[in-house]
C-alpha cells in the first residue's frame, strides 16, 4: 500500500509542476507553487525530484521507453526510407500526444534535455548507421551529425506547431518535410 500512495503522490506533484509551468512558463513555475497546487510540502517534492527540471526529464523518460520498447522492434525488416518515415510518424504522434500545451513548456531555454543525448537519438543513429552500411544513405556525413540535423528539423517543426497554436497537423508536417530531404540524403 505505501508504494501505491507514494506513487499517487509523486503525480499529484507531476502535474501540479505541469499545470503550473503551462500556466506560467518554465521559469515562472516556483517549486513552492508547485507544493501549493499539489497541496505538499516543500520536503514531499524534493522526495520524488530534485530541481524542476526533474519533472521535464519525466516526459523524456517516457518518451525513451516508447522508441526503446515499442518503435525500434517494428524498425527491423524495412528498408531506411520506411524506418525513417516510421521514427518521424512517432515522434509527431509522441509529441501530439504529450499535448500542446506540456510541448511549449519542454520548448524553453532552460531545459537541459535538448542537449542530451538519448536512447531516442541512439534509436536514429542505429537507422542511419544502417542506411549508411546499406548504401541507401550517403556516408560522406558522419551518422552523430545526421542525428542531430533530424532533431534541428524535427525541433523546429514543433517550435512552429508551438508557435502557431496547433493549427497544423504536426505529423502530416514533419511527413513532408521528411520526403523533401530524402533527395539530398539519397546516394
Known amino acids: 500500500m505505501p508504494y501505491k500512495k507514494s506513487e499517487l503522490t509523486k503525480e499529484l506533484v507531476y502535474k501540479a509542476a505541469l499545470e503550473l509551468m503551462e500556466e506560467k512558463g518554465y521559469r515562472e513555475a516556483t517549486i513552492r507553487d508547485i507544493c501549493k497546487r499539489a497541496n505538499v510540502s516543500i520536503g514531499t517534492f524534493y522526495c520524488y525530484f530534485n530541481t524542476k527540471s526533474d519533472v521535464i526529464r519525466e516526459i523524456y523518460l517516457s518518451?525513451?521507453?516508447?522508441?526503446?520498447?515499442?518503435?525500434?522492434?517494428?524498425?527491423?525488416?524495412?528498408?531506411?526510407?520506411?524506418?525513417?518515415?516510421?521514427?518521424?510518424?512517432?515522434?509527431?504522434?509522441?509529441?501530439?500526444?504529450?499535448?500542446?500545451?506540456?510541448?511549449?513548456?519542454?520548448?524553453?531555454?532552460?531545459?537541459?534535455?535538448?542537449?542530451?543525448?538519448?536512447?531516442?537519438?541512439?534509436?536514429?543513429?542505429?537507422?542511419?548507421?544502417?542506411?549508411?552500411?546499406?548504401?541507401?544513405?550517403?556516408?560522406?556525413?558522419?551518422?552523430?551529425?545526421?542525428?542531430?540535423?533530424?532533431?534541428?528539423?524535427l525541433r523546429g517543426i514543433c517550435y512552429n506547431w508551438c508557435v502557431y497554436g496547433g493549427r497544423f497537423d504536426l505529423e502530416a508536417r514533419m511527413a513532408g518535410s521528411l520526403n523533401l530531404i530524402f533527395d539530398g540524403l539519397g546516394v
Do not use: H
Open 63 to 153: 518518451g525513451d521507453k516508447f522508441f526503446l520498447e515499442s518503435v525500434a522492434p517494428e524498425l527491423e525488416g524495412k528498408s531506411c526510407y520506411d524506418q525513417l518515415r516510421l521514427f518521424v510518424r512517432y515522434y509527431a504522434q509522441i509529441n501530439m500526444e504529450t499535448g500542446l500545451d506540456t510541448v511549449k513548456v519542454l520548448f524553453n531555454a532552460d531545459n537541459e534535455w535538448f542537449c542530451q543525448t538519448r536512447p531516442m537519438q541512439n534509436v536514429l543513429e542505429g537507422i542511419i548507421r544502417r542506411g549508411q552500411a546499406s548504401g541507401e544513405l550517403r556516408t560522406d556525413w558522419e551518422p552523430g551529425q545526421l542525428v542531430d540535423y533530424f532533431f534541428d528539423l
